[in-house]
Nanobody
Framework: QVQLVESGGGLVEPGGSLRLSCAAS????????MGWYRQAPGKEREWVAG???????RYADSTKGRFTISRDSAKNTLYLQMNNLKPEDTALYYC?????????WGHGARVTVSS
């Protein structure tokens, strides 16, 4: 069973930065896609960014140019660097990882952008 554990959330002022991490229990080479979703209070879950090995890095329009997704295969960890954060980025951020058969989810990391 794959386990994903997010960390790095917190409270930050508008314009600030945070880096989220998602540590996987197994080798991330087994995943065909990894990425992040977020869910703001009262809203549906929204895809944020994804990285598919050897294929592409993709971003939602709302995060393009501000967020950077990356991964460290040696540490089996996925990252989301978030810069120039806005109040509308406030949400619970979930890491996901897909194999050919299943999609796994972390429990979420809360990000609050407020002055």
């Amino acid at each position: 069973q794959v386990q994903l554990v997010e960390s790095g959330g917190g409270l930050v002022e508008p314009g600030g930065s945070l880096r989220l991490s998602c540590a996987a229990s197994g080798s991330i080479f087994s995943f065909v896609d990894m990425g992040w979703y977020r869910q703001a209070p009262g809203k549906e879950r929204e895809w944020v960014a994804g990285i598919a090995p050897g294929i592409s890095i993709r971003y939602a329009d709302s995060t393009k140019g501000r967020f950077t997704i990356s991964r460290d295969s040696a540490k089996n960890t996925l990252y989301l660097q978030m810069n120039n954060l806005k109040p509308e980025d406030t949400a619970l951020y979930y890491c996901y990882a897909k194999t050919s058969k299943n999609t796994y989810w972390g429990h979420g990391a809360r990000v609050t952008v407020s002055s």
